[in-house]
Nanobody
């Protein structure tokens, strides 16, 4: 069994910053790519950023100057540093992990999401 648990969301004023965390736990053999997605009210879930096991990163173009994805392999944790937040960044943020279990089963796992609200 593998679990991903996000934290760090909350209410922030426009221009502020938040750092999201996503910790993976359970019967993990290895973690491959980890991603952040978000889903705004009434919209489809969209990909935000990804980070490979070796540390290479990719971002959606509109966010790469404000958001930074990183990971701590020793802690099985991925982070999303979000700066200069805008009201349109309001969404539930989800992490996804491409994880191989100790049984050598490789699957995408999702966290439960953390709410980010940007409002004055």
């Amino acid at each position: 069994q593998v679990q991903l648990v996000e934290s760090g969301g909350g209410l922030v004023q426009p221009g502020g910053s938040l750092r999201l965390s996503c910790a993976a736990s359970g019967s993990i053999f290895s973690i491959n790519t980890m991603d952040w997605y978000r889903q705004a009210p009434g919209k489809q879930r969209e990909w935000v950023a990804s980070i490979a096991s070796g540390g290479s990163t990719n971002y959606v173009n509109s966010m790469k100057d404000r958001f930074t994805i990183s990971r701590d392999n020793g802690r099985n944790t991925v982070y999303l540093q979000m700066n200069s937040l805008k009201p349109e960044d309001t969404a539930v943020y989800y992490c996804r992990g491409d994880i191989t279990t100790v049984a050598r089963s490789r699957t995408n796992y999702w966290g439960q999401g953390t709410q980010v609200t940007v409002s004055s």
